[in-house]
């Protein structure tokens, strides 16, 4: 069986024509060109003007080979000022992608290069860091290692997104007028003044009570704050799902993100076993299941052994805390597929530290005392809708340090926590030690605690933020400065 290509890639290197210092890092050759476009979808039967990320064929994306130069020129067709941001990568500070960090946004017409080594491989993805991103501008980022590309087996990228025909600014101003935490009868929590003793005691009083269900529905309380108008995989409601043939038999790699602002999902692969094979585009070590959760930002990779009957398989996305759900449908020559309903017939669960327990690194980090140990705590008031990282001033770091962040989740809602520029490996949950996955981007639930350690490998004034946008737009980024770095 030949391997699906489900991105038609390019590839080749990249970089940033920032400043005049940066030129000498450009590649020799022609670089490969990524626009930022409008487009008009059809969501719900009614025509909605999105962004995209388009290649100069008009397909949307980029791919690489492992070990490759990100050669990109990025261009900005639409009639505002944007910036894309690599998320998964680890290009130099100036290309990150944050307007004004330090690079400024790039201006109606501007175009930019980009020039950094693309990595060893995984499933990435880039995205605005403004307000943008909720209105599509995002697409997949995948880099391919020498055994993906042995692999007998097709490839399938799954991008989900949360859309709204009303803005973002729309959004958060409805979220700052209070409609949110109103309607959802919210606890207003900002627990930032606690000792570590009373918040640990808290934190394990409040879990206790959510597993009793003592206090009914609290476990999804603030599972979501905002409704959005359609869930969408590939750009397509489930009830137009996208139907992606396959063979009776065969092997299927799934590589599903979730480009979504405010939206964590489950997977759910039905009838079929899976196995989880990385996660932010790092290796772990194989998880079989039929459910995997994922937080904003996030993306897992998990291999499918479809049955040598073949049939039409859904693959869906269930919204935490909520019926409404997403996905596309993997069918075999003949099979007849169904419609299939966006709302489930009940809300799928909360998303916790199950699985983030459970993953183990394939390739984890060297074991070596920290050189610095952060606390930080994670509070909100869904009242005003204010949130932020207590500590979060103080990240420091020197090339060559290991780094280790405690955080504390002292809010009602989960919060998918995600450094710039690094990969981190969650080495504590909820108190236990473990050797847990190396990532880029790690979910907290209410009332939970995580610890991250990475090496400080690459010098910049790098973000560290909560990857719900309306989180992150509302006080909840932080940034992890280098030593000798304005």
């Not at 400024?104 to 990595?119: D, H, I, M, Q, T």
């Not at 996905?327 to 169904?338: E, F, I, K, R, Y």
Request: net charge negative; glycine share 10%.
């Amino acid at each position: 069986m030949k391997r699906r290509k489900f991105l038609q890639g390019i590839a080749a290197g990249a970089v940033a024509a920032v400043a005049s210092p940066l030129a000498a890092l450009a590649g020799a050759g022609e670089p490969q060109k990524l626009s930022v476009v409008s487009r008009t979808l059809e969501v719900n039967g009614k025509a909605a003007k999105v962004f995209g990320l388009q290649r100069a064929d008009g397909q949307p994306g980029l791919m690489f080979d492992a070990g490759e130069t990100f050669d990109v020129e990025l261009v900005n067709a639409i009639d505002e000022p944007t910036l894309v941001h690599w998320h998964g990568l680890s290009p130099p500070w100036v290309m990150d992608g944050v307007p004004d960090n330090p690079a400024p946004a790039l201006k109606p017409g501007e175009s930019r290069r980009y020039n950094f080594p693309v990595g060893e491989g995984g499933t990435h993805w880039m995205h605005a860091h403004t307000l943008q991103e909720q209105n599509l501008l995002a697409a997949p980022l995948i880099v391919r290692r020498a055994e993906d590309r042995a692999r007998d087996e097709q490839e399938v990228v799954v991008m989900l997104h949360d859309f709204s025909f009303q803005s973002g600014e729309a959004l958060i101003a409805k979220l700052k007028g209070g409609s949110s935490s109103t309607s959802r009868g919210g606890m207003m929590m900002n627990h930032g003044a606690m000792s570590g003793a009373q918040a640990q005691s808290m934190m394990a009083h409040m879990r206790e009570m959510m597993q009793d269900r003592a206090m009914p529905g609290m476990g999804m309380m603030d599972a979501n704050d905002i409704d959005f108008d359609a869930y969408l995989a590939n750009d397509r409601t489930l009830d137009d799902a996208e139907v992606v043939a396959v063979e009776k038999g065969g092997r299927v790699r799934l590589r599903i993100i979730n480009g979504s602002t405010a939206t964590a999902y489950w997977v759910d692969l039905g009838a079929l076993d899976g196995q989880l094979l990385a996660v932010d585009g790092q290796p772990v070590v194989p998880v079989t299941g039929r459910r995997f959760p994922i937080s904003m930002g996030q993306r897992l990779d998990i291999a499918l052994q479809l049955p040598s009957a073949g049939g039409a398989l859904p693959i869906l996305a269930l919204r935490e805390g909520a019926r409404e759900r997403s996905g596309l449908v993997l069918a075999s020559a003949g099979a007849s597929v169904a419609k299939f309903a966006p709302l489930g017939a009940e809300a799928a669960p909360s998303v916790g530290l199950d699985l983030e327990s459970r993953l183990r690194a394939r390739k984890p980090l060297a074991i070596r005392p920290p050189d610095r140990r952060f606390e930080v705590t994670l509070t909100g008031d869904m009242r005003d809708y204010a949130w932020g990282i207590v500590g979060g001033d103080a990240l420091k770091a020197k090339v060559g340090e290991r780094i280790e962040i405690a955080m504390t989740n002292m809010s009602m809602m989960g919060h998918p926590m995600h450094l710039h520029g690094h990969h981190f490996q969650v080495i504590e949950a909820n108190g236990a030690p473990l050797a847990g996955a190396v990532r880029d981007t790690v979910h907290l639930s209410p009332m939970t605690s995580v610890t991250i350690a990475f090496d400080a490998a690459n010098s910049g004034r790098w973000p560290f933020h909560c990857h719900n946008l309306y989180h992150m737009a509302s006080g909840m980024m932080s940034f992890v400065a280098y030593e000798g770095v304005g």
